[in-house]
């Protein structure tokens, strides 16, 4: 995962905030790339029952996952055992397959053991 650490006041963002920073309003200039580790604690979650779209196939979870370097992002869950206070790592999910035959993935979060 590639996220933004601002050098005015280190915020780290994801994803990527390409007009600057956030936190302090910093421009792009102050902004470096940093690389974030696809693991955190689960602070929140909720099944999906119905969607509008075709993927993902309901139910679903959705978890708020605060990262282990700071920022807090929205995902899919996957795993029965998921709780709030879980331990989570992301991993790339095979997703659909689009008509001209390219298949997508998506980053979703399973629970650490
Ligand atoms: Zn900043």
């Known amino acids: 995962m590639v996220g933004h650490r601002c050098s005015v006041c280190g915020l780290v963002a994801f994803p990527p905030d390409p007009y600057g920073c956030q936190?302090?309003?910093?421009?792009?200039?102050a902004l470096e790339e940093v690389e974030l580790e696809a693991a955190g604690s689960l602070r929140?979650?909720?099944?999906?029952?119905?969607?509008?779209?075709?993927h993902?196939?309901?139910?679903?979870?959705?978890?708020i996952i605060e990262l282990v370097d700071?920022?807090?992002?929205?995902?899919i869950?996957?795993?029965?055992?998921?709780?709030?206070?879980?331990r989570v790592e992301g991993k790339l999910?095979?997703?659909?397959?689009t008509d001209n035959g390219t298949?997508?993935?998506?980053?979703?979060?399973?629970?650490?053991?």
């Open 23 to 29: 936190n302090c309003g910093a421009s792009e200039d």
């Open 44 to 54: 929140a979650m909720a099944t999906v029952h119905r969607h509008h779209q075709d």
């Open 56 to 63: 993902p196939a309901t139910p679903f979870t959705v978890g």
């Open 70 to 75: 700071g920022p807090v992002i929205k995902a």
């Open 77 to 86: 869950v996957q795993g029965e055992e998921a709780s709030v206070g879980s």
């Open 93 to 97: 999910v095979p997703t659909e397959i």
């Open 103 to 113: 298949q997508l993935v998506d980053l979703y979060f399973q629970v650490v053991k």
